[in-house]
């Protein structure tokens, strides 16, 4: 049988590793990826998504996209799981005469 003081030190143990857990599941959830870009809101960071063979699977082994994973990169980010800006120019004129 054990005593108090074991199983006083294992569930404070226990304890230290669910709070440790929660400490860094917050810390990635609020964390954008390496190279301060936002994760990518289709993929959510992972840089895969859902491979369409799947839908209509028959139980074969899948695409060559997603060789048989049923994942596959995703198209918004290009599998880098991070956001891509969108360079845009836009045109300004000066009203103002000179």
Do not use: E, K
Request: aromatic letters at 2%; one cysteine or more.
């Amino acid at each position: 049988m054990a005593g108090p003081l074991v199983l006083a030190s294992q569930l404070a143990a226990g304890l230290g590793i669910v709070v440790g857990a929660m400490i860094v599941r917050s810390a990635v959830a609020h964390r954008p990826t390496s190279g301060g870009q936002p994760r990518c809101t289709t993929c959510n960071g992972t840089g895969r998504i859902a491979c369409l063979c799947s839908r209509w699977s028959d139980g074969d082994i899948g695409c060559r996209t997603c060789a048989g994973s049923g994942r596959m990169a995703c198209r918004s980010c290009g599998g880098t799981g991070t956001g891509r800006p969108i360079p845009v120019q836009v045109p300004m004129r000066s009203n103002r005469p000179s």
